[in-house]
Structure formats: C-alpha cells, structure tokens
C-alpha cells in the first residue's frame, strides 16, 4: 500500500493543522505554548537535574556521610530502617521520572519517523502504525524484510556478521 492522496485524509489534515499551530507558536515568542501537566513537568525536572554528573557525586556524598553519620552514634536500631525507606522511595520516583522521560522521548521519536514514511512518495504506509500491529504482522513484515534484503544482496540465505571472514 502506497502513500494515498492526503488532501482528503481528515487525520492527516488535523495533524497538518496541528503541526502549523506549534510551528506558528515557535515562530512567535508572544505566544505562549500550551503547558504539560504538572506532573509531567515534575517529573520532567526531576529527569533532568539527575542527569547531570554532579547528581551522582551529591548522591555518592550522602551515602558516604550517612555511613559516618552511622559510626559516629553507634549504629542505632533505627539507622537501617531510615536508609532502607530513604533508599526505596528514591527508587520508585526514580523509576517514574525514567519511565515517563523515556516514553515521551519515544513518543517523539516515533512520530518523527512517522513523518519520514509519510514524506516518501515510495513508503510502505503499512510501517507508520507498526507498534499497534499483531504478532503474525509483525512476522510477516520481517519476512517480507529479509526477502528485499536477500533479493538486493542477490544471494538466497543471509550469512550472519559474526560469522563473516574478516
């Protein structure tokens, strides 16, 4: 299936709109762009003030001034039970603040190569929505893949990389 006539796809008029809008914005610094939620923003700020190296060494000093913070009283009973919930909370915002950083990062990516196949008179529209299809499309996608692949090598198996001569 090749790329249809666009003009009368109200999807992709109502993504052009869209995209002329955000064009429009970033071209006028008097506009001010729509807001993400709140917690996408927090969790945004979070991803990115971990990011930075000074984040690990901060963390590096607190463990370290913790553990002689232990020494100095004696390892009192409540000592561990603080360091294991301080620990864990850290972990579960930190595994949110990934997660959330990373599928939008994702999101983004995806359309952008949505945008690519569109752009090319030749593409195969079926690739666009791939991340929805089935199982079995997805098998015979790749099949059809390593088909074109082995009809432009012009040979009948493909030998793998590792086992190349070098």
Known sequence: MKNSNRDDDPVYAKGRERLERSRAMTRDESVVPPQRHWSSRILHRIGRVSEHAAAGSIAAAAIVAW?????????????????????????????????????????????????????????DDRLIALEGASDDELVALTDLSQAHRERALGTDTIHPIADSPT
């Open 67 to 123: 553990v002689l913070f232990g020494i100095a009283s004696g390892f009192p009973s409540w000592w561990d039970n603080v360091l294991f919930v301080v620990s864990s909370s850290v972990t579960v915002v930190m595994v949110f603040a990934l997660q959330h950083t990373q599928a939008r990062q994702q999101a983004v990516t995806q359309r952008k190569l949505d945008e690519l196949l569109r752009a090319q008179p030749t593409a």
